[in-house]
C-alpha cells in the first residue's frame, strides 16, 4: 500500500545513503583542497631562502640555484617510506646522524610542526 509506512523505508534509506554520499564526496573535495593548500605551503617553505630553505643545501627538481651539499631530495616516499621518519629527520637530523650539518628545523624552532608536516606533504610529491 501507498501509504504503508513499511514501502517507505527503502525511499527514505536511499535519500539518507544519498545524502552520506554527497557529504562524503564534499568532504573529500575540501580535503583535497586543504591537500593542495598544504603542499602549495610546503613547496613555499622548502624553497624560502628565509624559512625553511631545503633548496640552499638539496637539488629539487623544479628549484633554481639548488645545493649541492645534502642529498637531492627526490623519491622522497621510497627513501622514506614511513611518514614518520622524515618528518624526524626535518625536526632533529641529529639524531640519527650527530655529524650531519643539517639543522635541525623543529628542535631550534625555526619550523612548527605544522611547517614541516606542510614540506613532508610536498616531499611526497617529488
Known sequence: MPGDP?????????????????????????ADTASQDRIGLGKQLAMSRSKGNCIACHVIDDGALPGNVGPPLMSMRLR??????????????TARNPDTMMPPFGKHLILTRE??????DYLYTL
Do not use: H, M, Y
Open 80 to 93: 622514506f617510506p614511513e611518514r614518520a621518519q622524515l618528518s624526524g629527520q626535518i625536526w632533529d637530523p
Open 6 to 30: 513499511a514501502n517507505s523505508f527503502p525511499v527514505k534509506a536511499a535519500v539518507l545513503a544519498g545524502a552520506a554520499l554527497l557529504c562524503l564526496t564534499a568532504q573529500t573535495a575540501l
Open 115 to 120: 611547517e614541516i608536516e606542510a614540506i613532508v
